[in-house]
């Protein structure tokens, strides 16, 4: 087994020299304008951040949810340009002269009818990933207006809803495609 | 008017009742503690403030009523279902209710936990006597104003209407309702004349849910506050030797590095920096026990099931001996993984620990333990603590345990600041406190094609079943029928994962009715319907399931599901099981596509007693039954050198929307006392669809997850 003291020792050598780059670095955050959900928002953030913790930490809009954060259960999804994507995926470096719609901003008054139709058949058991079942359910419905169930099933299929409220997803985008013609 | 049934209750359960200063009344009510009354609590008069009570109605002057909801809302709905309960017997329209969520508050209720599907069952006298109480006040009050006997009086739906046909609202005389005498010895309402109880509630948070609104624990922001990601053991068997913050530290955003225990945790002004500097610590670690394996685990759980060293839990007759007279002998073992709970909303938690106070925030299923456990490892008077319980995205079972809580208190005390530790999708799933892993041995003696003894032996890790489970079916159908568990003590942290045990017992026990049923050459559903008889008229007072009940959900089911009109190409699976108060029967179809089984339909018949929210409890029966398959199909947490081999979902499958089938639920229609939903549609689900995947392919499932050996071989064909 190696000498831990020894790695040990090496380990802050190197810190030590990554210190010195990052404290160059450590200048003023880049600004970045983002349009949400139809307002000019700027943020003073790294390049890396994923539009998801801009949203929620920064913007204090925390309707958009954190789960896996690698683009597997939809829970943060959001539209950009229209598009269902995964928020925790996006760097916030992206995101200049996109439009950006949350869960916020799908309506005023959670009107839309996707979210009627979530009412209708109160989907939710815990309720946490249903944000991103509605963002990924209402851009779903633009594109195609008029889904078959197996079209439907797809286009759900990258949500996880860990509750099980599958059926009631099912039959609410079914109903909102009825109340958006 | 309602058929009033006596209450019982006293009225030392009602600790105080007052007029707002802003209007309306306050009723307060010791909930749960009402049928086992203690010395009250003294009042202290300068503490009635509207938001200063938990366990209380509200009605305003216009009779709109605010009713604070006391179980923490994990998704079963406890949130809407219980506030029902009080208003059906305030007997106001429902959409005049608007429930807020109480805070822990351990001198008005008591049982402040969600688990174990015991929320409506506990409360449900409880919450009715309180309402049925505060409807007694305001129909007194009423009555002291126009000057008449009270029993002249009746109330329904807000309004209060005199012999003379003269009416008042509930917001009229709430004021002086307020200053009546509690009564004593109110009536409740007969079932048959329930008008909310019974009825389809939309979650109460609906709207808010689907706009976005702040309502989850993750959601929770306070001034000055900073987010902690805590750098935990890589494995299981690990603790800290050494670390290098130096790179964390002079990361854009990082506040401070605090180690605590064998943790380190870093705290960032957004969540982000907090998570991206914590992967710049650099750790040494070294072994202080053994590193597990699931190879390691399969060989010490086989051993204990082949050797002698066994607790017995129940022992009736003499298995051995009939073991030995025994003509033919099924003995077969059931393997299930350890399983992580994969909530939605990873675990999380706000505390703000001052000289002055200690200020908790976030999802947790047992408040008031958790609460406990954070003064003594403070070393802080628990009066001193305040706790709000968020709505959670998600708990089954892995809330109940506070660690993180516990980090969070801990973290807050050592930097003297506000934080929220947020666990990543990674540390939720490895640093899990998991459904241990569990294997069964069951074994049937038959003699002259009966079934003459049966003995279920249990090899668990940390912890066995609990000792209600050895009293539920065929406890009592056999005379010789006997239980025996012995675990296997890991460094592994194991808890409860819904339906604690029974998640996986039911699969191993049902599906070894059905071998036993084609064994005999007896029709599965009958061989059970025979041995319930045997358990109608018992005298066993161990005894948890009703034969009765067992046997309408089972003919239910068997109704429902068309079982005795086979279609062609539909592979039918049968399972019935008791749990957790609630009797179930379930019947999964299966059918073959592109040579694969397909789970395309699962049956559901129901005895909860009284359904107090169908709509709800429909969603909790549809969502069990789905976690139930999803999990025997798929769900597996394995290790190596103590390391959880997967650690987000795209190593961990989760069911989707493309694998669901369509689940089609009816009740037992009875008048019996609500008993709870979170659990028990669920553990059926596993056995129904082994089974039906056995009559449609030829083989048996002994092992989760399924999907291993669904792949493994040509099933079909």
Same mark, same amino acid.
């Given at each position: &087994?190696?000498?831990?003291?020894?790695?040990?020792?090496?380990?802050?050598?190197?810190?030590?020299?990554?210190?010195?780059?990052?404290?160059?670095?450590?200048?003023?955050?880049?600004?970045?304008?983002?349009?949400?959900?139809?307002?000019?928002?700027?943020?003073?953030?790294?390049?890396?951040?994923?539009?998801?913790?801009?949203?929620?930490?920064?913007?204090?809009?925390?309707?958009?949810?954190?789960?896996?954060?690698?683009?597997?259960?939809?829970?943060?999804?959001?539209?950009?340009?229209?598009?269902?994507?995964?928020?925790?995926?996006?760097?916030?470096?992206?995101?200049?002269?996109?439009?950006?719609?949350?869960?916020?901003?799908?309506?005023?008054?959670?009107?839309?009818?996707?979210?009627?139709?979530?009412?209708?058949i109160d989907v939710p058991q815990c309720g946490y990933c249903q944000a991103g079942q509605i963002m990924t359910a209402s851009a779903f419905l633009e594109k195609n207006p008029n889904p078959t169930s197996s079209e439907i099933k797809n286009a759900m299929n990258g949500n996880i809803c860990r509750c099980a409220s599958y059926s009631r997803i099912n039959e609410a985008v079914a109903v909102a495609a009825k109340k958006m013609k | 008017m309602s058929t009033l049934i006596p209450s019982k209750f006293s009225r030392r359960a009602f600790i105080r009742t007052s007029s707002l200063a802003g209007g309306g009344m306050l009723i307060g009510f010791n909930l749960f503690t009402a049928c086992k009354p203690k010395a009250e609590m003294p009042i202290d008069i300068s503490k009635l403030n509207f938001n200063d009570f938990n366990a209380f109605i509200k009605i305003a002057d216009n009779g709109m009523v605010t009713i604070f909801a006391p179980n923490p809302e994990i998704g079963q709905g406890v949130k809407t279902s219980m506030p029902m309960i009080i208003a059906e017997e305030l007997d106001v329209p429902w959409n005049h209710?608007?429930?807020?969520?109480?805070?822990?508050?351990?001198?008005?209720?008591?049982?402040?936990?969600?688990?174990?599907?015991?929320?409506?069952?506990?409360?449900?006298?409880?919450?009715?006597?309180?309402?049925?109480?505060?409807?007694?006040?305001?129909?007194?009050?009423?009555?002291?104003?126009?000057?008449?006997?009270?029993?002249?009086?009746?109330?329904?739906?807000?309004? @209060?209407?005199?012999?003379?046909?003269?009416?008042?609202?509930?917001?009229?005389?709430?004021?002086?309702?307020?200053?009546?005498?509690?009564?004593?010895?109110?009536?409740?309402?007969?079932?048959?004349?329930?008008?909310? @109880?019974?009825?389809?509630?939309?979650?109460?948070?609906?709207?808010?849910?689907?706009?976005? %609104?702040?309502?989850?624990?993750?959601?929770?922001?306070?001034?000055?506050?900073?987010?902690?990601?805590? +750098?935990?053991?890589?494995?299981?068997?690990?603790?800290?030797?050494?670390?290098?913050?130096?790179?964390?530290?002079?990361?854009?955003?990082?506040?401070?590095?605090?180690?605590?225990?064998?943790?380190?945790?870093? +705290?960032?002004?957004?969540?982000?920096?907090?998570?991206?500097?914590?992967?710049?610590?650099?750790?040494?670690?070294?072994?202080?026990?053994?590193?597990?394996?699931?190879?390691?685990?399969?060989? %010490?759980?086989?051993?204990?099931?082949?050797?002698?060293?066994?607790?017995?839990?129940?022992?009736?007759?003499?298995?051995?001996?009939?073991? %030995?007279?025994?003509?033919?002998? +099924?003995?077969?073992?059931?393997?299930?993984?350890?399983?992580?709970?994969?909530? &939605?909303?990873?675990?999380?938690?706000?505390?703000?620990?001052?000289?002055?106070?200690?200020?908790?925030?976030?999802?947790?299923?047992?408040?008031?333990?958790?609460?406990?456990?954070?003064?003594?490892?403070?070393?802080?008077?628990?009066?001193?603590?305040?706790?709000?319980?968020?709505? &959670?995205?998600g708990g089954f079972g892995r809330r109940l345990y506070g660690d993180f809580a516990l980090e969070a208190a801990e973290i807050s005390n050592l930097a003297k600041k506000p934080v929220q530790v947020v666990f990543s999708r990674e540390d939720d799933m490895t640093a899990g406190i998991y459904r241990p892993a569990i294997k069964y041995r069951i074994s049937a003696s038959i003699k002259d094609g009966q079934i003459t003894g049966y003995h279920l032996k249990e090899a668990s890790i940390n912890s066995n079943m609990y000792g209600l489970i050895p009293n539920f079916f065929p406890a009592g159908a056999l005379e010789n029928y006997q239980v025996d568990v012995a675990k296997y003590d890991s460094n592994i942290t194991t808890g409860a994962w819904r339906a604690p045990y029974t998640n996986f017992l039911s699969f191993a026990e049902q599906s070894f009715m059905d071998e036993l049923a084609e064994l005999l050459d007896k029709d599965p559903v009958q061989m059970r319907l025979d041995l319930l008889q045997k358990v109608k008229g018992t005298t066993d007072e161990r005894i948890q399931y009703s034969a009765e009940r067992m046997e309408d959900v089972i003919n239910l089911v068997v109704e429902k599901s068309g079982l005795r009109t086979p279609k062609d190409g539909v592979y039918q699976g049968f399972c019935a099981y008791y749990c957790h108060n609630t009797h179930v029967a379930e019947v999964a179809d299966v059918v073959i596509e592109n040579n694969k089984p397909i789970v395309k339909k699962v049956t559901v018949a129901v005895d909860c007693g009284i359904v107090i929210n169908p709509l709800g409890a429909l969603n909790q029966i549809e969502g069990g039954v789905i976690d139930g398959i999803g999990h025997s199909m798929y769900g597996n947490l394995s290790f190596e050198d103590g390391t959880p081999q997967s650690n987000n979902f795209d190593r961990y499958r989760l069911i989707r929307m493309k694998e669901i089938p369509k689940v089609e639920t009816y009740f037992v229609k009875n008048t019996l006392s609500p008993t709870g939903l979170g659990e028990p549609a669920l553990p059926p689900a596993g056995a129904a669809i082994a089974i039906a995947i056995h009559k449609a392919t030829g083989n048996r499932m002994y092992k989760q997850p399924f999907v291993d050996q669904l792949n493994k071989k040509e099933l079909v064909g």
């Open positions: &087994m190696i000498n831990l003291e020894q790695r040990f020792l090496t380990f802050q050598f190197l810190s030590r020299n990554v210190i010195k780059l990052l404290t160059q670095f450590k200048t003023k955050m880049p600004t970045y304008n983002l349009k949400i959900n139809g307002k000019s928002q700027s943020v003073d953030v790294s390049a890396d951040t994923p539009l998801l913790w801009v949203l929620r930490d920064h913007l204090e809009m925390v309707g958009t949810k954190y789960s896996c954060g690698i683009g597997q259960c939809g829970a943060c999804n959001v539209h950009v340009d229209g598009s269902a994507v995964q928020s925790c995926l996006l760097p916030v470096a992206q995101m200049e002269g996109k439009n950006v719609t949350t869960i916020e901003g799908l309506s005023e008054d959670g009107s839309h009818p996707v979210q009627e139709a979530w009412k209708e | 209710v608007h429930v807020v969520q109480g805070k822990l508050d351990t001198n008005n209720y008591t049982r402040q936990v969600a688990g174990g599907s015991q929320s409506i069952r506990f409360g449900w006298d409880p919450l009715r006597q309180t309402g049925a109480t505060a409807r007694q006040m305001l129909v007194n009050a009423a009555a002291v104003r126009w000057g008449v006997e009270s029993s002249e009086c009746t109330a329904s739906q807000g309004i @209060i209407t005199n012999a003379a046909g003269e009416t008042l609202g509930y917001g009229d005389v709430v004021k002086e309702a307020a200053k009546l005498e509690v009564p004593e010895n109110v009536g409740l309402k007969d079932p048959k004349d329930y008008k909310i @109880i019974g009825s389809d509630a939309s979650n109460v948070d609906l709207d808010e849910i689907v706009s976005g %609104k702040p309502l989850f624990g993750l959601d929770y922001k306070q001034e000055g506050m900073l987010y902690a990601s805590v +750098l935990r053991p890589p494995a299981f068997g690990k603790k800290l030797e050494s670390y290098d913050d130096n790179v964390a530290k002079a990361m854009d955003g990082v506040v401070d590095v605090i180690k605590f225990g064998d943790k380190v945790a870093v +705290l960032a002004n957004t969540t982000w920096r907090a998570m991206k500097a914590k992967e710049a610590l650099i750790a040494e670690w070294s072994d202080n026990s053994p590193m597990e394996s699931t190879a390691m685990h399969d060989k %010490k759980l086989l051993a204990l099931l082949d050797g002698n060293e066994f607790n017995t839990l129940r022992a009736d007759g003499d298995v051995k001996k009939a073991f %030995k007279e025994a003509d033919n002998i +099924l003995e077969r073992t059931y393997e299930s993984p350890f399983l992580p709970h994969n909530c &939605m909303e990873p675990m999380n938690f706000y505390a703000n620990v001052t000289d002055e106070r200690i200020h908790l925030v976030g999802p947790i299923q047992t408040p008031e333990g958790t609460a406990n456990r954070i003064a003594e490892m403070l070393d802080r008077d628990v009066a001193d603590i305040e706790l709000e319980m968020t709505r &959670m995205g």
